[in-house]
């Protein structure tokens, strides 16, 4: 507390009467000693007189007002001016409050009281923003370092798609993914099955984010060409009767589908589920053997531009304990393409919330049928940002073909 005043006496009585109440004063005998004291201590209450030699109690408020300050401090002035102006001229020069000449020591006591609650509310306001601004700081360096690792986690994601195409033989694999953030659940994939033939894979985790992308992640390992031993959809060929000298077989797509489903029943502890798409093709002969479990339906585009779709959607693995899945087959000749697509793409809304639908993916292929690879893929994903509207994708999009060289005929 700060008692500003020209009088000694004045000050005096002022003083004793707040010591009394347990204040810490300081006395200061004019507006200039007052401002200088002010520079040095952290004064939160003053009560100064108005009429000063030199410095008045006003000018000494505006100036006391201008103080760099790292709390409020409350201000009253004590006069013997009773008119409005007076008194509007104070408070819009930044005094809080007024006291007549003489003062009363209970109304002083009283206009004290009132400015301790307001002192006391900005001190706690004053410390409640120190801790949003405290926790926002925190909460700025967790964002950043999340975002981070999230982005090494799509780069892991993307590394788990290997190139963008890779040749077979007389057949060419091309692989695309995006996740809808910065990781997703989708992951397409392919693997030799010996010299003559190729597995493709498309799976699709049911959700979005981390999850699922870890999800995604530990099924990438059931598809492994670099570990052909944990692949589930390869046997060792001594085990159905092949040559002792080892290598793989292909398991058929429906027990791959069905060998997924016991095992994320039994062993990945998570509510998640997934939807699969996987085909066996033999290069030498063009022969496809598919499983569809809840997948969007695979499609055969021929060289004429002709399109085909397969499958009878299937249940999705992961949810229904002793569920069945079934086989189809085809065949893929000289400029054939197989394509399997995520319902990310199938079910990518307009502006209207229209979805493109397979009829949708089916009328984009017939217009991108001259392109090849993954120049096609790439076509097909920017007809699909046309179809949205140039907005972010709702969901991961991905998709995984297969191509017969078109001047290779078929055995």
Known sequence: ????????????????????????????????????????????????????????????????RALPRSGYGYFILLTSKTDKGAVARGLKEGADDFLSKPVSPAELHARLTAGE??????????????????????????????????????????????????????????????PSGHVGGDLVGRFAIGAQRVGLFSIDVSGHGVTA?????????????AVPEQNIALVPAEAVGGAASGGMLGRPPAEVADTMNKLMLEEVATDHYCTLAYAEVDLATGAVRLVQAGHPHP????????????????????????????????????????????????????????????????????????QRGPALLDAALRGLRRHSGGRDFPDDVSAVMIEIDADTPAA
């Open 299 to 370: 499609l055969v585009q021929r060289a004429d531009g002709t399109i085909t779709s397969l499958g009878e959607g299937g249940l999705p693995v992961g949810l229904i304990p002793g569920a069945r899945y079934t086989e189809v087959a085809t065949t893929l000749h000289a400029g054939d393409r197989l394509l399997i697509v995520s319902d990310g793409i199938t079910e990518c809304p307009d502006a209207a919330g229209e979805e493109l639908g397979e009829d949708g993916l089916e009328r984009l292929l017939r217009s991108l049928a001259g």
């Open 213 to 225: 992308a870890l999800l995604a992640a530990r099924l990438a390992g059931l598809f492994s060409g």
């Open 1 to 64: 507390m700060l008692v500003v005043d020209d009088s000694a006496a004045q000050r005096t009585v002022l003083a004793r009467m707040l010591a009394r109440w347990g204040y810490r004063v300081h006395e200061a005998a004019s507006g200039e000693d007052a401002l200088a004291l002010c520079q040095r201590l952290p004064v939160d209450m003053v009560l100064s007189d108005w009429m000063m030699p030199g410095m008045s109690g006003i000018a000494f408020c505006r100036a006391f």
């Open 117 to 178: 609650r307001i002192l006391r509310m900005e001190r706690e306001l004053q410390e409640k923003n120190r801790l949003v601004t405290e926790t926002l700081a925190q909460l700025q360096t967790a964002h950043a370092a999340l975002g981070r690792d999230l982005d090494q986690a799509r780069q892991l994601q993307q590394s788990l798609v290997r190139e963008g195409a890779h040749r077979f033989g007389r057949a060419q694999v091309s692989l695309m993914l995006r």
